[in-house]
């Protein structure tokens, strides 16, 4: 049986943090039997971009990798904390927006991916990778420890332990995977690199928009598994989900049999769930105000990778104050049968969202992907009348 401790935190403080993080792990019976002394132990937080301000719920605070890489230091091995951040976005300034520059100060490796030597590590079975394009630092590493900040995501529902490995492959091969399919592509990651330990920062999540520009919430929550998919399936049901199944990524993952999602097979330890759970305000459930009217044609057979990209990239339209491009425009998500498309439509006016309207391209602007990128559907949105930006990529982001 899976084991996954759940820690409430005491206070904000560094060594409240300290505290509640040895605590969770020494629930799920601390790290002896799977660091050895000499090991290299690669410790990946969440730092996708900067955000708000650090304690905002976007990314994962400094305080939590510190004490993973004290408890790495004290069984002999040697703790590299290492990060890509999303596409298009410089690592070193959401190291430093983080205060990761701080632990740099103190000694502790904190190594920006980007500039560092790649690799490719060739995998087997892979859904959608047939290699991984990584860095030297990443196939060294004996240990891999995923450290996310439990966040609502605007494409995948929750970014958690197993989202939070796609920063671990270069700005190429993200952009690939949303062209690709990012649910089975990230699956793909865990499957070859095997992580072996989450340990996810709860003190402050994010809800609503994220994975970057959310609303906080409060959580004061550790969250530990040796099992990957079991602490994504105990960090959603914190989160509100009653079935951790719901998210698609940790289904994808259970089905391929990589970890447990299925709560009654889970052994929760420290704190009750039912005493922590606090449901999230999904993506989907932003209101957007002040938005011209527009036609969503959503066939059931869409997913909420399509739906609440939609939701983003208007939010990212408003934010560039260009949702005045909206106004008409048909958009499509899903396998539509070709004979429900409404006929009197414009080619211009009809956006075609994704992989499964692929069939439909000639009616319409087709917008590639799995789910497609904000940056994409806003310029099938705003077609040759402009160029539009990203919130918070300077190339065509990819959001962690």
Known sequence: MSTVSLVKTKGNAEKDIDKAVREAIDLIGGLKDIVKPGFKVLIKPNLVAPAKERLSGAITRYEICKTIADMVKELGATPIIAESSAAGVDTEKTIVFGEYDKLRDLGYEVVDLKKSKKKDIRMENGVIVKDLNTWEIVDEADVIVSVPVMKIHDQTDVTLGIKNLKGLINDKQKREFHTLGVFDGVVDIIQCLKPQLVVMDGTIGQEGLGPVFGEPVELGVIVASKDIVAGDAVGSAVMGYEDPKEVKITRIAYERGLGEADLDKIEIKGEKLEDVRRRFKRACEVE????????????????????????????????????????????????????????????????????????????????????????????AIAGDRMEVGRRYATEEGANN
């Open 288 to 379: 957007i105000e002040g938005v011209p009217p527009f036609t969503l044609i959503d066939h059931p057979t869409a997913c909420t990778g399509c739906r609440t990209t939609i939701i983003s990239a208007i939010m990212d339209m408003k934010n560039d104050n260009i949702q005045w491009l909206l106004e008409g425009k048909t958009i499509v998500i899903g396998k539509l049968p070709e004979e429900e498309l409404p006929k009197d439509t414009k080619k211009e006016d009809l956006i075609l969202m994704g992989v499964c309207t692929k069939h439909l391209e000639k009616y319409g602007t087709w917008v590639k992907g799995c789910p497609p990128n904000n940056i994409w559907v806003v310029n």
